[in-house]
């Protein structure tokens, strides 16, 4: 069986600073996929990344940053200069390639960010 | 705006009431589902659509029951629902086979409250 742990579950920071939000993943698939996902108050969980297990180089887009680690089976999530429209719960997620149980979409239980003025 | 879209957003319904939650997607997927979040819990799986052929159900009861006329339309018929069926109930889309590692896009979900 696979599993996402988010070990986080709270984090308040003030605008501006920088947050990572950490993702541990279990999964005996030897190809994978990992997500994050942002769920703003209003309930709707937006996309934010989308990554195979044969791609370990980190992604940038904007203030966002991803590092993937298969060492530690770490994918995790940083923002920098942080604003108050981060302030949401963030999902990471993982799923398998074939069919079948694994190719379910598991989630962690969520991080909640606060970002204060 | 969102390539998913649920109405209503928002439905307060008593234990003896029939409704339907519907979902559209305008994005050219081929593969519908509809997830629950409770408080304190992580995402559930309800059921998987994949070119209108349910393919999952993870043990949901019968008071809950999915239809999939067309793979951009997904509904959810809810009766005699239990208080703890308050939820928000979340519709979402992907292109490809469903599920296998392909991006899951998502609706803003209907908050559901069973009184």
């Known amino acids: 069986a696979q599993k996402v742990t988010q070990a986080q579950t709270e984090i308040s920071v003030v605008e501006k600073e920088d947050v990572t939000l950490d993702c541990v993943y279990e999964t005996r698939d030897t190809t994978y996929y990992l997500f994050w996902y942002k769920q703003p108050p209003s309930g709707e969980l937006v996309f934010l990344i989308r990554?195979?297990?044969?791609?370990?180089q980190n992604e940038i887009s904007g203030r966002y940053s991803w590092n993937f680690q298969k060492s530690t089976s770490s994918f995790n999530f940083t923002i920098t200069a942080s604003q108050v429209v981060d302030s949401a719960v963030y999902f990471c997620?993982?799923?398998?390639?074939?069919?079948?149980?694994?190719?379910?979409?598991?989630f962690g239980k969520g991080i909640t960010l606060s970002v204060r003025p | 705006e969102t390539g998913v879209t649920q109405t209503p957003r928002h439905l307060v319904m008593g234990m003896t009431n029939k409704k339907s939650l519907k979902c559209e997607q305008h994005l050219g997927h081929n593969a519908m589902y509809w997830y629950k979040q409770s408080a304190k819990k992580p995402l559930e799986l309800m059921f998987v659509?994949?070119?209108?052929?349910?393919?999952e159900n993870n043990s949901v009861p019968s008071r809950f029951s999915p239809e999939c006329p067309n793979s951009s339309h997904l509904f959810l018929h809810l009766h005699t629902l239990q208080p703890e069926d308050s939820a928000l109930y979340l519709c979402a889309s992907s292109q490809g086979q469903a599920l296998s590692g392909n991006t899951i896009y998502f609706g803003e979900g209907s908050w559901l409250t069973v009184v």
């Open positions: 990554r195979n297990s044969f791609d370990e």
């Open positions: 659509y994949n070119f209108k052929e349910q393919t």
């Open positions: 997620a993982l799923s398998g390639a074939s069919t079948g149980a694994n190719s379910k979409l598991t």
